[in-house]
């Protein structure tokens, strides 16, 4: 990476990598050199065994260490070009990389590595430590940094990770779920743009983990057991991490499904963003995640479900792929075995691409003009339950403290309308109108 940005360049402000073998995990973080010079500058820690680090968008390696370089590399000017920029004029040993070419500010934390504060809350092994560093997750007290790395209270699974990367800050103080932002649904999602303006004063939408403006996600597993060529999975999704399910993509693989290939600036031409297309993975996907923000509150238990259902069939699925694979390998023949890991892959993405369309059509159905609608068995009208979730009773208050009398019925209720009828309907015939 490093030759290769000294030799062509390298096009943005910085970056933090996540690079992970079967043995072993470091972090690197890269900031541009600046305008007019070649490559970036650069730090890269391995992360020690047993621990779990996470990045977002913030640099969070500070100071590290110069002579143990089975942990720990950097590049050769990282502290010259830092005084030669007249960024630091301290000594070496005190020399912090994230303090002096990325200094945290308030967005940097509050917008970035909040999540990270997320993330380790959830798993940590100190029950004390989402309290703890609050502060400085709300952008409060920049000095109150996070540790690299935190020691998790157990052994990580692949569906724990694929959890919290659908993380919203529920029931943390900054959980958005809950204030006028979230309307009645209970969403943790709000317009565009991030930050805003009223009155002179600017203020921030919450940028979880799980966020609507995401192009595709993933989580890379590394089977260290498995040869080379099978050991490493790509489970991949297009847009949101929080609404999307993830279909397993051998490492090896030399095709991809229809349903998730594409065209866009690194094949030189525009991405195709305003091109609506059914046979693209990307469109269905936000087919269901937008239906889902406006009815959050009833339509994500339901969509989680499914997404959880969806991943661990293909978890099963990767037990009877990986043995039939071996087969293949261990007899000698390795191109089959891609081969076959290839097939599979191909297949798995085009049928989740299916299934995730039908599941649109699910939810369209079950949730319309504000009624939800369930399958009962010997219903003899539409072989359905229907129900009107209505709003919740702190939104029924507001409404009512809001509005006072304006929709108060002082006649009592004798009468209910049919809106596509416009004619009264008395209330005992109500039940058979559903």
Not at 364 to 381: M, Q, S
Request: aromatic share 14%; net charge negative; charged share 25%.
């Amino acid at each position: 990476m490093v030759e290769l940005t000294d030799k062509y360049g390298y096009a943005s402000s910085g970056e933090s990598f996540s690079i992970a073998d079967g043995k072993e995990v470091w972090i690197m973080e890269v900031i541009g050199r600046g305008e007019g010079k070649h490559g970036f500058v650069w730090v890269a820690v391995r992360v020690p065994d047993g621990m779990v680090a996470a990045h977002a968008n913030q640099a969070r390696i500070q100071t590290f260490p110069r002579d143990d370089p089975e942990n720990c590399m950097y590049a050769d000017d990282v502290v010259e070009l830092a005084r030669e920029l007249g960024l630091y004029d301290d000594n070496d040993e005190d020399f912090s990389f994230s303090d002096t070419y990325d200094p945290v500010t308030f967005e940097g934390a509050r917008l970035c590595d909040a999540r990270v504060w997320s993330i380790f809350s959830h798993i940590t092994e100190d029950n004390g430590f989402e309290d703890h560093y609050a502060d400085y997750a709300k952008g409060q007290n920049l000095s109150n940094r996070m540790p690299l790395w935190i020691k998790p209270s157990r052994k990580l699974t692949l569906k724990d990770v694929t959890g919290l990367m659908r993380d919203h800050y529920e029931d943390s103080v900054l959980d958005p779920c809950h204030d006028v932002g979230a309307e009645d649904a209970h969403t943790p999602y709000r317009t565009h743009p991030l930050v805003w303006e009223y009155e002179g004063d600017s203020y921030v939408n919450e940028r979880t983990v799980a966020t609507q403006q995401t192009g595709w996600n993933f989580v890379a597993q590394q089977r260290h057991w498995m040869p080379p060529e099978l050991s490493s999975i790509l489970w991949f999704a297009v847009d949101d991490s929080g609404t999307a399910p993830r279909y397993p993509v051998y490492g090896s693989s030399r095709d991809v499904s229809d349903a998730f290939f594409g065209v866009g600036p690194q094949d030189g031409v525009p991405s195709p963003i305003l091109e609506f297309d059914l046979s693209k993975a990307f469109w269905v996907s936000n087919m269901v995640s937008n239906f889902a923000y406006s009815n959050w509150r009833n339509v994500a238990p339901v969509l989680v479900d499914r997404i959880k259902q969806i991943e661990t069939e293909f978890l099963q699925e990767i037990t009877d792929i990986d043995a039939q694979a071996l087969e293949l390998y261990n007899t000698g023949d390795h191109f089959g075995a891609i081969d076959f890991v290839t097939e599979y892959s191909v297949n798995a993405g085009n049928r989740l691409h299916k299934k995730w369309f039908k599941f649109y059509g699910d939810l369209f159905a079950r949730f319309r003009d504000g009624y939800e609608l369930e399958e009962k068995e010997g219903e003899l009208a539409c072989g359905c339950k229907i129900s009107q979730p209505g709003y919740s009773d702190e939104w029924y208050k507001r409404i009512v403290e809001e509005d006072g009398d304006h929709y108060k019925l002082s006649m009592g209720v004798d009468t209910l309308f049919d809106n596509d009828k416009l004619r009264p309907i008395k209330k005992k015939e109500l039940k058979s109108f559903l």
